[in-house]
């Protein structure tokens, strides 16, 4: 795999802060959603999903919080690190027999 | 245990030939799922096997297709490429499918001249 593209927009944030990357999805009917992080020169990786039955799901370090009302999807990052540096993207799906649609991704950036 | 594989990882082909990809998942894993990404439309949903079936498919045209065999590995076929089938190729694997946690592997890099 390689990083996704050149004109992302770009998250920069400073090492130990706690970040957040927003996605806006676009189908009211879905209701399963994934946080994906891709370093460069490799594929995807799963971070954590929620189902619409939840507002809020926590991993190590990660929380994600969905908001049906604005469809609207975050992903909070506590205490980010240098390895957090990465392409984010959020998925969004409506059924086991429906496709998954990606957003368009948002660069994390993390200073020393 | 071993990740997703694909193979190759690096293609070059020139317009109108096809190309086969071809992808090896989790042991255990029965779903497939194949995606292009590209710098302009980022990651796009292919088509997803299970137990050797299309299971899901997007928005793509007919010249792109796929199988599973019955040992799950996956291949997807490119007939009569064009320039903008230049993309990196990816392939994730599941348990069961796209609604829970999929593993990508690193990916082919296309480029049609």
């Known amino acids: 795999g390689e990083s996704v593209g050149l004109h992302l927009p770009t998250l920069s944030v400073q090492e130990g802060d706690n970040s957040i990357i927003n996605c806006a999805y676009s189908n009211s009917a879905s209701d399963y959603f994934i946080w994906y992080k891709q370093e460069s020169g490799k594929g995807p990786q799963f971070i954590i999903d929620i189902r619409s039955n939840m507002d809020k799901r926590q991993g190590q370090r990660v929380t994600v919080l969905l908001n049906k009302t604005v469809k609207h999807l975050s992903l909070q990052i506590a205490a980010t690190q240098p390895g957090d540096s990465a392409v984010y993207f959020c998925a969004e799906n409506s059924g086991a027999n429906s496709k998954l649609t990606f957003g368009k991704g948002i660069t994390l950036s993390v200073r020393p | 245990k071993a990740g997703v594989t694909q193979t190759p990882r690096y293609l070059i082909k020139t317009r109108g030939q096809q190309v086969t990809l071809s992808c090896s998942p989790i042991?255990?894993?029965?779903?497939v799922s194949w995606y292009q990404q590209t710098p302009g439309q980022g990651l796009q949903f292919l088509f997803e096997?299970?137990?050797?079936?299309?299971?899901n498919k997007g928005n793509f045209p007919g010249r792109f297709s796929g199988r599973q065999f019955s040992n799950s590995r996956s291949e997807m076929n490119v007939s009569t490429l064009e320039l903008g089938d230049s993309a990196l190729y990816l392939c994730?694997?599941?348990?069961?499918?796209?609604?829970?946690?999929?593993?990508f592997g690193p990916g082919t890099r296309l480029l049609v001249l």
């Open positions: 042991s255990g894993h029965r779903s």
């Open positions: 994730a694997s599941s348990l069961e499918g796209i609604r829970e946690t999929q593993y």
């Open positions: 096997y299970f137990s050797e079936t299309q299971r």
